[in-house]
């Protein structure tokens, strides 16, 4: 079974950095694809950076481009989400998430375990 831990949300000024950190059991970086999402109160959950662990290609929203950085460690099973120029709307409850089949990259559906999130909160 996979679990899946977030850590590093905390409250910023906008144009701060955080790095999230999303630790993995039951050895979650052979799956297919890891990913970090966000989800903010009345909104649908977003896919924000997903990296494929086959090929290490990357995918971001086009909201966080040039601004975030998704990368892991399989040895150390580790996931990350380096965020930079932080804006009050990426304001969310962030969450890992892991995939053993394919598909699109920013559909959470596709994504057969998840975490319980870390809130992230940029005041301007």
């Known amino acids: 079974q996979v679990q899946l831990v977030e850590s590093g949300g905390d409250s910023v000024q906008a144009g701060g950095s955080l790095r999230l950190s999303c630790s993995g059991s039951?050895?979650?970086?052979?799956?297919?694809?890891m990913a970090w999402f966000r989800q903010s109160p009345g909104k649908e959950r977003e896919g924000v950076a997903a990296i494929y662990s086959g090929t290490g290609n990357t995918y971001y929203h086009k909201s966080v481009e040039g601004r975030f950085t998704i990368s892991q460690d399989m040895a150390e099973n580790m996931l990350y989400l380096q965020m930079n120029s932080l804006r009050p709307e990426d304001t969310s409850m962030y969450y890992c998430?892991?995939?053993?089949?394919?598909?699109?990259?920013?559909?959470?559906?596709?994504?057969?375990?998840w975490g319980r999130g870390t809130q992230v909160t940029v005041s301007s």
């Open positions: 039951g050895n979650p970086y052979r799956l297919w694809s």
């Open positions: 998430a892991a995939s053993s089949v394919g598909g699109v990259w920013d559909n959470p559906q596709i994504y057969n375990y």
